[in-house]
């Protein structure tokens, strides 16, 4: 592996900051339009962030992006997103929102990482252009920042697709174009595009503009802040049908909405990975709808409402909440827990393990079986008619055990700092998979304050790992990864 190059990843990172910086600018508005006090703490926030990346940025300036590397890509984003998360904290901090930088360290990376699991209290005394960013930092990491840099940046060089994979959510990455550069404006333009439609329906369901777009951000980039202590719970049923709709949206592959608006229908049904996704989400919903109007008495429309939208928004680790699923019948809560390990499509903004990976696992385990029974025979693992090659399994099954051994260390070490059985493995499960609520006291009506700081820190380190897919920050740990 070729040596990497510090100063032209500085000069990147810099850029990066210089980005934020402009994203904190836009929160002000609402800061004057509400009269809130937060005004002066943004712009503080704002220019120290802006600064900061135009200094680095002025300081390896002479610095060539075109010799950034694989190891580069790695090394860029996995620090990428920590220095965004740590400037991120200064809105909260400076205008004591969140004081403590644990705390606000906790609620940044749970943003930009959406994953939507929150150490406030009470949202609804937030101001709001400190709200205004807490949703804002869902929009800029659900499709990424660093992919959104590949889209404005002509000069990425050989270091942009290597960049774009070690960001982007799944274990390939559908080109759209060519041109890597092209690839990442058109995701970017379906992006915006999806946002611009939900605002659009909830104004006509009659939310304001402010929460249309707080909204809008954590569903799209399915992240889960609102601004609303209750999340979706006294909305209309139009805003929830709605908010349904984009969740799933969100969740399928970005290159099957671009098919569809060429008009390739016939492209998007053919996909294995889309019909599991479907299917998945219609026999979920059926047996949480059931229970929940033979048990709880539910009228048949709310029943499928309800289950329909918890069901789409744990799918997709959206962790937007119509109802307290906590007080459903156990086997309601316990079936989304399980469904907090599915994730959503391959290239969508989802988090998660991801159909894909669940479809060829049960391929991958259908085969072996067969061998068992016929040891001369040979079986391929076939997707979408073609043949998976050996190293894609491997780093499937790769994948699967890390993601689960992960799991069960990090629910160890919430145990270990006082947090019940229970809780520790929803909310490690939760923040793994960028859902946001997790099960108990940290679940829909609950929130992460009360955790230890280790615990907390825990869940920071693994809503980052479950972002960026476990390898692009385990990798970093190895020491070969290090050595020219």
Known sequence: ????????????????????????????????????????????????????????????????????????????????WILISAYGTFPFMFSNVIPDFTDAFFESISGFSTTGASILRDIEIVPKGVLFWRSLTHWIGGMGIVVLAIAILPYMGLGGMQLFNAEAPGPSVDKLHPRMAETAKRLWGIYVLLTVAQVILMLLGGMGLFDSLCYAFGTVATGGFGTKNTSYMKYSPYLQYITTIFMFFAGTSFTLHYLALKGKLRK???????????????????????????????????????????????????????????????FCWFLIFVLMFAGGMVGSTSGGIK??????????????????????????????????????????????????????????????????????????????????????????????????????????????????????????????????
């Open 355 to 484: 159909i894909f990976r669940h479809v060829l696992l049960f391929k991958n385990g259908r085969a072996e079986f067969r061998k068992m029974i016929h040891p001369n025979a040979v079986f391929p693992v076939r997707l979408d008619g073609r043949n998976v090659s050996p190293e894609i399994i491997h780093n499937v099954l790769a994948i699967f055990m890390i993601y689960i051994t992960t799991f069960a260390i990090g629910t160890l070490i919430l145990i270990g700092f006082g947090l019940a059985l229970p809780d520790s493995m929803g909310s490690v499960a939760t923040c793994m998979g960028g859902i946001g609520p997790g099960l108990g006291t940290t679940g829909p009506a609950g929130n992460f304050a009360h955790l230890h700081d280790v615990s907390k820190w825990t869940l920071s380190f693994l809503m980052l790992a479950g972002r960026l897919e476990l390898i692009t920050i385990y990798i970093l740990f190895i020491p070969a990864f290090w050595r020219n």
């Open 1 to 80: 592996m070729k040596s990497f190059h510090p100063k032209a990843i500085l000069k990147l990172m810099g850029f990066l900051l210089m980005i934020e910086g402009l994203f904190m600018f836009g929160c002000i508005p609402y800061s004057i339009y509400y009269g809130s006090v937060d005004l002066k703490p943004i712009l503080l926030s704002a220019i120290i962030t802006l600064v900061s990346g135009f200094l680095l940025r002025l300081t390896f300036r002479k610095a060539n992006n075109r010799e950034l590397g694989t190891r580069d890509a790695y090394i860029i984003v996995s620090f990428t």
């Open 268 to 330: 998007v049904f053919k996909s294995e990975e889309y019909r599991t996704y479907v299917g998945l989400t219609l026999i979920a919903t059926v047996i949480v709808a059931f229970l929940l109007w033979l048990i709880q008495d539910f009228s048949i429309e709310a029943a499928i409402r309800h289950a329909l939208f918890q069901v789409v928004s744990i799918i997709t680790c959206t962790g937007f909440a119509s109802y307290d699923y906590m007080i459903w019948p156990a």
